[in-house]
Antibody, heavy 121, light 107 residues
């Protein structure tokens, strides 16, 4: 069974940094692209970033480009999101999601339970 | 960027009803559209991709159709477990985007 467990969410002041992690199990992590998708509670979904199986293709939403960095560690079966220069509008529940493909196909067939990031002074 | 518009935003229906949700893209996305179901407090769950392909394990009462800019998700006979919010998502570009969601409520 695929399991994705996010961690690292917290209350943080504007301008500060935060690192999210996602521990993956139950599938061959090296074979699939992975993504971060966020959702303001009670609102819609916004794709944030994606990384291909070999980290060769990395993409970002315009809203986070230059501030967020996605990475993965195959030895630890883990996905990361380094978030810098955080803004109030980055406040959301951040989901880790597995792609159906090894490249960035952007179809998400497994999701974690999410980790909450709140940016406020 | 491609904008995705869903209608209606809320739908009231009864068990056994046939339900149709529409999703429109601001530009043609071929058939690169997915549908997700989300229940309160839970993560989204993939139902359909490539406009009409049912994800493994999804009941056959769910179906999708469309191409280009107009798509529909149909639930042939609404079941109690289907009351949830549904999102469409385009993946025609390297900047995927979601519709605003359709909440299916009990009538």
């Amino acid at each position: 069974e695929v399991q994705l467990v996010e961690s690292g969410g917290a209350l943080v002041q504007p301008g500060r940094s935060l690192r999210l992690s996602c521990a993956a199990s139950g599938f061959s992590f090296d074979d699939y692209a992975m993504h971060w998708v966020r959702q303001v509670p009670g609102k819609g979904l916004e794709w944030v970033s994606g990384i291909s199986w070999n980290s060769g293709d990395i993409t970002y939403a315009d809203s986070v480009k230059g501030r967020f960095t996605i990475s993965r560690d195959s030895a630890k079966n883990s996905l990361y999101l380094e978030m810098n220069s955080l803004r109030a509008e980055d406040t959301a529940l951040y989901y880790c999601a597995k792609d159906i493909k090894g490249f960035n196909g952007y179809v998400f067939n497994s999701w974690g339970q999410g980790t909450l990031v709140t940016v406020s002074s | 960027d491609i904008q995705m518009t869903q209608s209606p935003s809320t739908l009231s229906a009864s068990v056994g009803d046939r339900v149709t949700i529409t999703c429109r893209a601001s530009h043609s996305i071929s058939s690169l559209l997915a549908w997700y179901q989300q229940k309160p407090g839970k993560a989204p769950n993939l139902l359909i991709f490539k406009a009409s392909r049912l994800e493994i394990g999804v009941p056959s009462r769910f179906s999708g159709s469309g191409s280009g800019t107009e798509f529909t998700l149909t639930i042939s006979s609404l079941q109690p477990d289907d009351f949830a919010t549904y999102f469409c998502q385009q993946y025609n570009t390297h900047s995927p985007s979601f519709g605003g969601g359709t909440k299916v409520e009990i009538k």
